[in-house]
């Protein structure tokens, strides 16, 4: 099957006033089939929205393709760009800002259609209607500003437009980062609920590993603008293999899980700067099982099976700090 | 043990021209040296009120109407302006929930930490530099000297978040009131900011307030729990026995919408998928249901919760929470 999105050695960097240059993607490659839900988890600092803002276009990479279907993206600019930008949808993490504050709720989820001139004038209004039914909102809410949602109601609505132009892709940036639990419990289960019947896909950018495990079919570890491993989602979560996908693990596990696996394992050290990045592993700096070898010769992405891929020297040869990973390995 | 800060049956209000409606009504916390208290709820439950009442910088319009906070012997709500900005950043000391309105957009991190310091304590700006480098390296900022020439939108949301906590540690507070300080954070940087707070609470005794919706963090970090509920502390104990046995609806239905990572075999079971939910949200003010605040959304609700106000039950000692039906005896009874 051909992959509806197809990236490859994506970069993006960033020149800085002092001469120096933000490695901020440094050739990330992946693909993602329709209907799938592809999560990207990373500390802060590690490249991922700046990935997700390349895949919409919203900065441009200065080397790599991005494929959506059989277009190059990478290529369009202009009206091609703009008539693309229906098929590709964005939902950011904060709902505050990304709604204009003095749209009514009903404008702002039918602007795009109006904007991209897409379906008859008239059936505008009725598809809008659907919308709100569809993220569990009253089709009356429509006449209100945003101010007057609440941050997971304006969340919805942010859905409703990401949702109105039937996009083929919908990037979500951390889209219930901002919110609190509950309210963040039921938009995962929307997200959810509109991919199952619409067979939407996703590209899903998170630092919570347990919100990612909820909602994705497979997922990559970032860190410092590299794809360090990837894998479908169960086995990710069954067996990582990457020193660095263990620390972020133990440091998401709840202290509950954590002191009945007997083991904490958290990085250490200096968090690394993407303006200096280190020559060979990226990691080696805050690896307890960096060598020599890690510190000079840059290991490449290895497949493991599955589309489990695996950047470090000694992956498969270490035995995980966590036991629950140790016994699936 | 003494508690540091003590809330006592604090009632806010909001007067909206009209008349004047409650935001917290009856809260009760207390705080002891070298300890932390989390205080949880829902987006809108009145978590920053608590705090900002208790900073003495609640927004326009809103005011104390009731009840006492005392911050070692002193009583807050009588002291005069200048004594509040006197303590503020000095013995009581927040980290805001938003970073970057609570930074100063035209001011460089240096001089938005040196600032605080030169206010409160008698430094050279040689010194402040110092301290200000020192708390850039405490809340492990990469290449603190370059940061400290940096402004505010050249830091990435995490680095704001982790200079405003430096900020709020600089001058070693007694009481740090921390409104979500690690939300935005991913989690090594939380873990780590975490550790931080920790070793700090360890050397200073300071006792902390953590605010938050994350069942994690509270885990992670608290050793008392207080769960707000529309303008109400509904529950309150110990973290094992709030997080191990809990016996208000609300506070059972938070925890099954926090998602739990799945390691190994657990990882492919279909059973542990599924993310449960509260249905429906917080009451805005001035809607609060007249009996139970939470009956509208309660599974276990019944018609005496939706006439009656709920009695404070202990369901074990330091353990109570403002439900009918704390346990499943009670129910039939
Ligand atoms: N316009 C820009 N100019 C210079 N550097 C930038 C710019 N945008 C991002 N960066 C830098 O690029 C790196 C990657 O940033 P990015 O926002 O993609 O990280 P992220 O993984 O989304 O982090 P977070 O979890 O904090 O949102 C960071 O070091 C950031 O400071
Ligand atoms: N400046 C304001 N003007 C009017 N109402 C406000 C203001 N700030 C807060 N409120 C209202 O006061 C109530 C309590 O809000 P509060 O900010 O304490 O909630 P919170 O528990 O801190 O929520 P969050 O998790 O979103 O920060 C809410 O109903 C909120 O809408
Ligand atoms: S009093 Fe009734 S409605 Fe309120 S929380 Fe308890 S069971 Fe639910
Ligand atoms: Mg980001
Ligand atoms: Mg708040």
């Known amino acids: 099957m051909k992959p509806l999105l197809d990236v490859k050695d994506l970069k993006v960097h960033f020149p800085l006033a002092s001469g120096q240059t933000v490695y901020a993607v440094d050739g990330v490659t992946f693909q993602v089939n329709e209907g799938d839900s592809f999560g990207i988890v990373g500390e802060s600092g590690s490249g991922k929205s700046t990935t997700a803002q390349a895949l919409m276009r919203l900065v441009d990479p200065i080397e790599g393709v991005i494929h959506l279907d059989t277009q190059d993206l990478t290529a369009l600019s202009g009206d091609p760009l703009r008539t693309m930008r229906h098929k590709m949808q964005m939902v950011f993490q904060d709902p505050y800002s990304s709604l204009n504050p003095r749209l009514r709720a009903g404008q702002a989820v039918r602007e795009p259609l109006d904007l991209m001139g897409l379906g008859p004038v008239r059936g505008r209004d009725t598809r809008v209607d659907e919308m709100f039914t569809q993220v569990g909102l009253h089709p009356d809410a429509k006449r209100l500003f945003p101010h007057q949602f609440s941050g997971g109601q304006r969340q919805r609505l942010c859905i409703a437009r990401a949702m109105v132009t039937e996009p083929r892709l919908i990037v979500c940036d951390e889209p219930v980062s901002a919110l609190d639990v509950a309210i963040q419990a039921q938009i995962l289960n929307l997200l959810k609920r509109l991919q199952k019947d619409k067979r939407l896909t996703y590209v899903f950018i998170s630092h919570d590993l347990a919100v990612v495990q909820h909602i994705c079919t497979h997922v990559a570890v970032m860190y410092l603008g590299e794809f360090v491993e990837q894998a479908p989602t169960g086995q990710l979560f069954a067996a990582a293999k990457h020193p660095y996908t263990w620390s972020l693990m133990a440091a998401a596990l709840s202290p509950h899980d954590r002191s009945r696996a007997g083991a904490r394992f958290t990085v250490t050290g200096e968090p690394p700067s993407p303006i200096d990045p280190p020559k060979a592993c990226r990691f080696a700096g805050r690896c307890p099982f960096a060598t020599d070898r890690c510190r000079t010769e840059k290991p490449t992405l290895r497949d493991f099976g599955l589309g489990h891929r695996v950047a470090c020297h000694y992956a498969g040869e270490l035995t995980p700090p966590l036991p629950e990973l140790a016994a699936t390995a | ?333």
Request: proline share 7%; net charge neutral.
């Open chain 2, 1 to 333: 043990m003494q508690p540091i800060l003590e809330i006592k049956n604090l009632q806010v209000g909001v007067d909206t021209g009209k008349s004047v409606q409650s935001v917290l009504d009856g809260v009760s916390l207390q705080l002891f040296p070298g300890k932390t208290l989390g205080v949880v709820g829902e987006s809108g439950c009145g978590k920053s009120m608590t705090a900002l009442a208790t900073m003495g910088l609640l927004p326009d319009r809103f005011s104390v109407t009731g009840g006492s906070i005392i911050l070692a012997g002193e009583d807050l709500l009588a002291a005069k302006p200048s004594r509040l900005r006197q303590l503020r950043g000095n013995a009581l000391s927040m980290i805001f929930q938003e970073p970057m309105t609570a930074l100063n957009p035209v001011l460089t991190v240096e001089r938005q930490i040196t600032e605080v310091i030169e206010l409160h304590q008698k430094k050279s700006s040689a010194e402040a530099r110092e301290i200000a480098l020192e708390m850039l390296r405490a809340v492990q900022i990469p290449g603190p000297e370059e940061r400290l020439i940096a402004y505010p939108h050249e830091l990435s949301g995490g680095m704001r978040q982790r200079v405003m906590i430096a900020i709020a540690l600089a001058c070693r507070p007694k009481v740090i009131i921390a409104d979500e300080p690690t939300t935005a954070l991913d989690v090594t940087v939380q873990a780590q900011i975490f550790r931080l707070l920790r070793d700090l609470q360890m050397q200073t005794e300071t006792a902390i307030m953590l605010i938050t919706h994350d069942l994690g963090a509270v885990a992670e970090m608290a050793d008392d729990v207080a769960v707000l509920y529309a303008g109400k502390c509904v529950e309150s104990g110990t973290v094992e026995a709030i997080l191990g046995a809990p016996a208000h609806p609300y506070t059972r239905g938070l925890m099954s919408c926090t998602p739990r990572l799945r390691l190994g075999a657990a990882a492919n079971d279909p059973q542990a998928e599924g993310l449960g939910e509260i249905p429906g949200m917080v009451p805005p003010l001035g809607r609060f249901p007249k009996a139970c605040r939470f009956a509208p959304r309660c599974a276990l609700a019944d018609a005496r919760c939706h006439a009656e106000q709920p009695p404070l039950v202990d369901t074990a000692p330091g353990h109570s929470a403002l439900c009918w039906k704390t346990s499943p005896e009670k129910a039939v009874a």
